[in-house]
Nanobody, 119 residues
């Protein structure tokens, strides 16, 4: 099992940037597809971005394409979500999640980190 741990959330102004980090407690994320999700108050949790376990494929929600970038460090210890050109509607709790290759569902979830974007 892997336990994702998020960090890097905080307050930013519209148009600004933040970088979120996701580390796996005690091990690497090299065997997992890693995704970022978010949940705004009163809304359903939604997919933001994902990085395949090979590191070769990425996927983004239409709402963040061109603004957010998912990446990893060479040791596969940390997966990042670089968020640029932030908008107030990006305000949410952001969650890192992991799933094994071939699995449909993300089985491992972090506790979340708050991102607040002011206008």
């Amino acid at each position: 099992q892997v336990q994702p741990i998020e960090s890097g959330g905080g307050l930013a102004q519209a148009g600004g940037s933040l970088r979120l980090s996701c580390a796996a407690s005690g091990r690497t994320l090299s065997s997992y597809t890693t995704g970022w999700f978010r949940q705004a108050p009163g809304k359903e949790r939604e997919f933001v971005a994902a990085l395949s376990w090979t590191g070769g494929n990425t996927d983004y929600a239409d709402s963040v394409k061109g603004r957010f970038t998912i990446s990893r460090d060479n040791a596969w210890k940390t997966v990042y979500l670089q968020m640029n050109s932030l908008k107030p509607e990006d305000t949410a709790v952001y969650y890192c999640a992991a799933r094994l290759p071939g699995a449909t569902l993300y089985a491992y979830w972090g506790q979340g980190t708050q991102v607040t974007v002011s206008s």
